[in-house]
Each structure stands twice: as structure tokens, then as C-alpha cells.
């Protein structure tokens, strides 16, 4: 295939002791003397800034306080080693602010760091061979490839950036490869030998942001005692990157609409809802059918099929350490809150039971909370050993969070172990467009 071709597709604080938290920098813009902005870089953001205006957060004026947060916002991360700790003592009115602007900055991090995935091409440049250009999908994309192909089987260099998907479709028309998407796991994809009956993997796909769309299937129903129930199906596969791992995917089916080679258009059948998706960590793909309406005449191809795949996508995964011979604690992360809520016997075992709460979670706990039941979480014994959870039982589920019981053989007592708890800190809400072309009609 030619590359033509492959184109069509951010005065002292009274009362605050002010303390390193972290050091985190991006680039930002400082406020001159004169009112003005100057680019600057995160070195720039000097202590004395962030504390005259952490000290307008309690000023008279609410003109001056609200300035003061949104100035503080927009420095992002650069403000976070000069922030007081999450314990300090605070007014009413500055620890509100804080926590607003704590969550603010979290978010737009965590907003920026899933936009880079999204966004994230390839870059195949000279690569000539199999080899080649596998290893340079894996030095752009953090995917792996798991195969027993020729390495040295030619292929056509490709010099501009392509999204994920369309690079590894570009690499494996040419090498005559299919993917395996039941092997492999989040970091690497398996390679198998092509059906010959397969047709090219980039004249069957969309890609959208991390997402490959590919019709498998049409059918239509003609219902002759009921004509409501008439309609047109049209079956896609879709997939993922294998380390997105996307919370929940829904496509609301008022946007879902298809264009006829006769000129005609036909829409979902039913206007209101969404096709809604659970995904897995085992498997970064799924099927799904979109319901259309019966053409009215006789089209052969279904021009162009658009939609919006409306999903939340995690940020960046921390991790909570619990010693369980401590009692209750409780942790705070950008917009997540751990606790460990009690630890008891349970048998011969010991039920280990924490909660977990986002801040303004949205769709992520209205109907795919699910997902943080494959969180990872351990504990780490005192000899240095790990122990697995034997079990789990989800106790509590509400619209910002879970709390959920793990079994765990630690012996007889907690003693010094401590529990291992990984969980991403914020949820992120992400709209895209798709148009999938020239599907043929039964």
C-alpha cells in the first residue's frame, strides 16, 4: 500500500507552615510586576509567589481570593512543593480553596497525561524489515510483540506519524499477520499467520484516539407482522490499546448515524440510551451490534457509519501501603481516598476491608464501578513474602465509591505485615468521533 493511500486515513500565609511535598514541574506562565504574563519555566515559581498567594485565599475581597485560586490553578504542579500538608490547620475558607485547587491541579495532570496516550503516534521512518518496524511501534508505543514471523520480511518504510493502531495494521498487511487478541496481555500483542480469506486489516478499520473499529458482520430482518421490529445490524469489532484499559465505554445511540449509497440516511432505532461496555483486563476488545432502521430502498454499501465512543479512562496509577497492625487510616491522592477500614478474623483467614472514594467520579461509579474490583492489592508479610487475596466481597457501592472485604492468609495475626494497595487517582472522561467507510451491505 502507497503511503498516499495509507494517509486517506499551571505576603506569608499566617498560621501555615509550608512544606516539600513533591517535585513535580511543567512548564508555566508567571504574573509580572506590571500584570502582564511572562513565560517562564517551573524553576521560576518561586516560593514567595506561592505563598503571597495562598495568603489572598483568606483575603477580605472575594474578587482577591477567587483571583488568587485560579492564578494558583494555573501554575499547576510547579505550586505543589510549597503547598501546606493535607493535615495543617487551616480556616474554613483557605482549606476549601486548598482542596479545590489540589483537585484542579490533580485533575488537569491527570487530564494531561491521558490526552499524551490518546494522542500518542508512531513514527515507522526507515524501518525496512518486520523487525524494524515492530521494534520502532514498541520504542513509540510501549507495546510489545510476541510472534515466530521472519523478522527480516520487507517492508515498505513509511515515513509520516500514524496513530497506534493504523501502524500496526500498515506493518501487518505486509507481513501478512493477524493479532491474536486472546494471547498476549496489556503490555504485548500476539502475532499469528493471516487467513487467507482476511481481508487488508487498514481497508477494514477506523481508528479513533487509542480505538480501532472494524464492521465483521451486516445483517438485515424484515418483520412482515410488525415492521417496528424491522431493522438493520451491523456488528463491530471494537478495540483498545492493550494498556489504556478504558473504566467503561459507552456510544449514545442518538449519535450513531449511517449514510446509504442511494442517498438515504438511516439512524438507530431507538434514539434514547447507549450501547454500554464492561471491558476487561484480560481481553482489550469486544463486539458490539449497532441497531438501524430498515433501508427504504435498495442501497448496496453503506457509505460511512459515524458515532462518538464516550468512555472514562484512568490517569496514573499510585500506590497505597497500609500496615495492618495499626488499626484504621486513611489516605488522600489527587481525587481518590483509601481506607483501611478494619481488619478481622474470618475463619482461619483474616478480612482485610477498605474503602475507596473518588471526588466527582461522574460516569466512573454510575454504572461501571466494576472496575475497581481489578485493582491490585496484596500484602507484603514481615519475612518478605507476598500473599494473594483468597476472595474478596463487595460490602458497600454508592455514587463515589466501593467498599470491599479481601481475604488474605497472614497467620494468626496481622503482626507487622502491611497491605499493598495500587489504584489510579483520577478518572477522566473522554469524548471521540469515529466514521467507519464502505461497508457492503447483505
Known sequence: MSENAVRTRCTRLNLISLFLISLLFTPIALVADDGAEADVTDAEVTEAEVTRLLSELDAPSVVRRNTAEKRLVELGTAIVPFLPPQEATLSSEVAKRLARIRQAVAKATTSDSVAKKIQQDVRLGDSATLGAALEAISRDSGIEFDHDA???KTIQPFSAPLPFWHAVDYVLDQAELDIDLYSGDKSTLALVPRNPDRPSRVDSAA????????????????????????????????????????????????????????GATIRSQNAEGSIDIAPTDEVPTTSMQLPLTLPAGRPVKILSISGQIQSMLPGAIKQFDFPLGQGPQTQNVDSVTVRLEEVRKNGPLHEVRMGIEFKSPGKAMESHRGWLLGNEVTVLMKDGTTSQPLGYELYRHNDIGIGIGYLFDIGDTPGESKLIYKTPTAVIQNNIDFVIQEIAMP
Not at 480505538?211 to 430482518?221: I, N, Q
Open 150 to 152: 521472519d523478522s527480516e
Open 207 to 262: 481508528y479513533a484516539g487509542i480505538y480501532r473499529l472494524e464492521p465483521t458482520m451486516v445483517t438485515s430482518r424484515r418483520v412482515l407482522r410488525n415492521s417496528n421490529l424491522s431493522g438493520m445490524t451491523v456488528e463491530i469489532e471494537l478495540t483498545w490499546k492493550p494498556d489504556a484499559n478504558p473504566v467503561g465505554i459507552s456510544l449514545p445511540l442518538s449519535q450513531i448515524t449511517a449514510k446509504l449509497d442511494d
